[in-house]
């Protein structure tokens, strides 16, 4: 992947941006899942807490300008209303999660006055804001696999939990007949 670095120049040019255009579409369509959101001040902590948040999951975060991103986003389908947009827009996508890009941008908006989602990708199909808040507030990857091993283990704990009743009432049992004086 090439990247487009603007040393010395105010501006990129129309061949740079379309280029730029080209390869965050190629990014976010190949993305399992991917996610836009618009804000309005980020400082360089709170970027490289995005950026370690995402890179735990494989995901990835880049900043583009709005009209760049408009032309990239056009052609893998997503339709938002970019002209309601407020402030700089991010996207980020993941290779490998389909979860994590929404989690980590929801996440952000949240803590984050002046952010909003505008919309995302799930397996190369674009979906709306609801969509993704709805797809962050999934549990996680890790989470739902011990819901699974929880859910499997619970009937072996519970047969494991009456033989273990029987067994502690036995021994109560042959004192009571003890006492009595009767044998077995």
Known sequence: MRLIFNLGRMAL???EKEVLAKEVAVKIKDAKGAAVFSF???TVSDSAKLRRE???TGGRVQVIKKRVFRAAAQSVGITADFAK??????????????VSPAKASFDFVKTHEGASLVA????????????????????????LRAMLVGTLIAPVRGFAGVLAGTLRGLPVALQAIAEKGTTV
Do not use: F, H
Not at 90 to 97: F, K, L, M, R
């Open 40 to 42: 309005k001040k980020l």
């Open 54 to 56: 995402l890179r735990k």
């Open 13 to 15: 040019t129309k061949s």
């Open 85 to 98: 947009v407020q402030g700089s827009v991010a996207v980020t996508w993941s290779d490998s999660d389909m």
């Open 120 to 143: 995302g990708l799930l397996e190369g199909a674009a979906i709306t804001r609801e969509q993704v808040e709805s797809l962050a507030l999934l549990p996680g990857k890790d989470q």
